[in-house]
Structures are given as structure tokens and as C-alpha cells.
């Protein structure tokens, strides 16, 4: 227990010093975006990213900076980031639209079902911190009147907790499911920013394979499989190749 103790005694200071350290940087990085220093502004927006801390606010605000700062392809690369961490954000989706008009690949996305595209819509309206705090709350609720089915001798009561308790189980269980849906996209990253001005799609993991086809630096790609140097994407108008790890930066 004594050690437990040091541990903590040790370790709890420099963490409030790093915390601290980390708001003096983001109101001084603030303060560089203000009187429009940017770069300024990214370096230490970055330096903090550096220290292991990671939010969507953080990451928008560096999108912002590399935009005012003419970087597009880290713009749309960080919104992209933000928006994984805040699906639900208007004004995250807003700039990152700003964004994509300077991309030059366009891509028509594949039509989804409409339950497919309304159960997405539905999961994106939270992160998953949100949507996992959602399936506790509910699931308490299902124990309270869980207990009053049992102990009630009310048969009005019973009844009505009963049901109820049904549906609060199946709504904490599908709740749960979309904080794990959002959780996964966080922990793969399976998508990725092109970075490479242009480059040639194959058919195959080497410069010898067939050109399939040609994409520009901005697009968003989503990464399907990996080999040596190669990575395998896939377009959301559900064309496929293969293209150098390179010329892409993970979401």
C-alpha cells in the first residue's frame, strides 16, 4: 500500500505540471492564431499533440491554422481527425467541406440502402464516450426497475417495469454498439489522407503493376490491406488499387 502511495505522490504533481504546461501553450498558440502568426500557431498546437494529448478542439484548431496558412492537405487532414472524435460537430463538418472544394479528385460515393445511411447518421450524432455514458445510464435504469419488478407487490408496477425494463436493455445494448462502432474507428484509423501532389493507383504492390488510375493529393482513401511499402485503398465510389504507404497519412 506505502508504495501505491508513492507512486501516486510522484507521479499526480508532474502530471497538473503537464496539464498546465498544456494550457499555457494552447492560450499562447491561441493567441499566435489571433494576430494571424499560423505557423507560429501550428508549431505549438503540434507540441502539444506531442505531449500525448488528443481532442477534437485541438485538432480543429490545427486544421483551422494549416488552412489560414495555406496547407490544405493537413487542413482537411486534421478536421478529418476532429471529426473522428466529434462525429456530431456542425462547424468541424463545415470547414472540412470548406476544405474538400480545393481537392481535385472528385468522387461520386456508391448509393447505401436507407438503413444503412440512417443507422450511420444515427451513430455519427455522438462520440463514443457519449454514446458508452448513454448505455451506463440506461443500464442502471434497467437494474432500478429490475428491482422493482422483484420487489414490488404491486402488480400495476410489476407490469409496468417489466416491459419497460425490456426495452431499456435492448436500447443499452444498441447504444453500446454504436459507443464500440465509434471507438473502433478511433482505434484502427483505417482511412487515410492522400499527401503525394498525384499519383497513379495499380493493380498490384509494385511500381510494375498495371496504372489503374490517377488521384490527387486531399482525397480521402480508405486503407483495406498492407504489404511491405504498399498499401491497398479503396475509393468511396468503390474503386480499388494499390499506391506507395508514402504518399498517404493516416486519419
Same mark, same amino acid.
Given at each position: ?8 505522490? %510522484?507521479?499526480?504533481?508532474? %502530471? ?24 507560429? =500557431?501550428?508549431? +505549438?498546437?503540434?507540441? /502539444? ?23 490544405? @492537405?493537413? =487542413? /482537411? ?22 476544405? @474538400? ?64 425494463? /425490456? ?55 480508405? +486503407?483495406?490491406?498492407?504489404? @511491405? ?23
Amino acid at each position: 500500500m506505502k508504495q501505491y502511495i508513492l507512486i501516486l505522490i %510522484l507521479v499526480i504533481p508532474g %502530471l497538473l505540471s503537464a496539464q498546465e504546461e498544456n494550457t499555457q501553450l494552447w492560450e499562447k498558440a491561441n493567441a499566435y492564431y489571433t494576430t494571424e502568426e499560423y505557423q507560429q =500557431a501550428i508549431s +505549438i498546437y503540434e507540441q /502539444i499533440l506531442s505531449s500525448g494529448e488528443e481532442s477534437a478542439k485541438l485538432y480543429f484548431n490545427l486544421g483551422n491554422a494549416y488552412y489560414k496558412a495555406g496547407d490544405i @492537405n493537413n =487542413a /482537411i487532414l486534421n478536421y478529418e481527425r476532429a471529426k473522428l472524435l466529434a462525429p456530431q460537430d456542425k462547424d468541424i463538418a463545415f470547414n472540412l467541406q470548406i476544405a @474538400n472544394q480545393f481537392v481535385v479528385t472528385k468522387i461520386e460515393p456508391l448509393p447505401q440502402p436507407f438503413f444503412l445511411r440512417w443507422r450511420t447518421s444515427v451513430i455519427n450524432k455522438h462520440s463514443a464516450d457519449t454514446w458508452a455514458y448513454i448505455s451506463a445510464a440506461s443500464f442502471i435504469a434497467f437494474l432500478v426497475l429490475l428491482g422493482l419488478f422483484l420487489f414490488s407487490r404491486i402488480p400495476g408496477v410489476r407490469r409496468l417495469s417489466f416491459w419497460l425494463g /425490456i426495452l431499456v436493455i435492448i436500447f443499452s445494448g444498441f447504444t453500446f454498439s454504436f459507443a464500440a462502432k465509434q471507438k473502433k474507428k478511433i482505434v484502427e484509423r483505417k482511412s487515410a489522407i492522400v499527401f503525394c501532389p498525384r499519383v497513379t493507383v495499380k493493380s498490384s504492390p509494385r511500381e510494375s503493376g498495371t496504372d489503374l488510375f490517377l488521384i490527387y493529393e486531399g482525397l480521402k482513401v480508405e +486503407i483495406t490491406d498492407s504489404l @511491405n511499402t504498399w498499401k491497398e485503398i479503396k475509393l468511396a465510389d468503390g474503386n480499388e488499387g494499390w499506391l506507395p504507404d508514402s504518399c498517404i497519412v493516416k486519419i
